[in-house]
T-cell receptor
Framework: DADVTQTPRNRITKTGKRIMLECSQT?????MYWYRQDPGLGLRLIYY???????NKGEISDGYSVSRQAQAKFSLSLESAIPNQTALYFC?????????????????FGPGTRLTVL | RKEVEQDPGPFNVPEGATVAFNCTYS??????FFWYRQDCRKEPKLLMS???SGNEDGRITAQLNRASQYISLLIRDSKLSDSATYLC????????????FGKGTLLTVNP
């Protein structure tokens, strides 16, 4: 079974609809992330969470919200979807490394959700 | 300079060729460096961490030059299965969670 799963895998919706993307992980990692990927722009961080109830904005959080109610789950919501939110969305996880280790967390990605907003 | 900048590509090479990917980063405080591989319509997967001493895994070699803020990836004897997008990834310096991704370079290996 996959360590990081995302649902749905594909979604087509209309402008103004509320959408929730779900992410679950069995890796036991504390840290979880949401990214979007657009052609020519690479991966951009939307939100991240270091623990349950801990929420931090990434570089492009406007128009999105998240919820981390359990260590294994991190959901992303689009309250009122708009066409420029059409993208490939990835959830990722990482374990917490000691800062003194000098190493960055390796991030493990889910399979992605392809969202189309018409 | 952009935070992480890669060759825009795409690269088209025949099987057996050697291909080099280049990447520069702007944050001199960055401490961790990675190459990720992303197959078409799939998630990015860690290919290799990059260390100051350089590292090699079979046909693949990664190098880091901190003075020049430059990272490279070399694939020798390329295979059809090497066809993918290669992402240069750097941490934000001073933090071990924030990763900045390059836009990626698409490699197609042709028979």
């Amino acid at each position: 079974d996959a360590d990081v799963t995302q649902t749905p895998r594909n979604r087509i919706t209309k402008t103004g609809k509320r959408i929730m993307l779900e992410c679950s992980q069995t890796k036991g990692h504390d840290r979880m992330y949401w990214y979007r990927q657009d052609p020519g722009l690479g991966l951009r961080l939307i939100y991240y969470s270091f623990d349950v109830k801990d929420i931090n904005k990434g570089e492009i959080s406007d128009g999105y919200s998240v919820s981390r109610q359990a260590q294994a789950k991190f959901s992303l919501s689009l309250e009122s979807a708009i066409p420029n939110q059409t993208a490939l969305y990835f959830c990722a996880t990482s374990e917490r490394l000691a800062r003194a280790s000098g190493r960055a967390d390796t991030q493990y990605f889910g399979p992605g959700t392809r969202l189309t907003v018409l | 300079r952009k935070e992480v900048e890669q060759d825009p590509g795409p690269f088209n090479v025949p099987e057996g060729a050697t291909v080099a990917f280049n990447c520069t980063y702007s944050n001199s405080a960055s401490q961790s460096f990675f190459w990720y591989r992303q197959d078409c319509r799939k998630e990015p997967k860690l290919l290799m961490s990059v260390y100051s001493s350089g590292n090699e895994d079979g046909r693949i070699t990664a190098q880091l030059n901190r003075a020049s803020q430059y990272i490279s990836l070399l694939i020798r004897d390329s295979k059809l299965s090497d066809s993918a997008t290669y992402l240069c990834v750097v941490n934000g310096g001073g933090s071990n969670y924030k990763l900045t991704f390059g836009k990626g370079t698409l490699l197609t290996v042709n028979p």
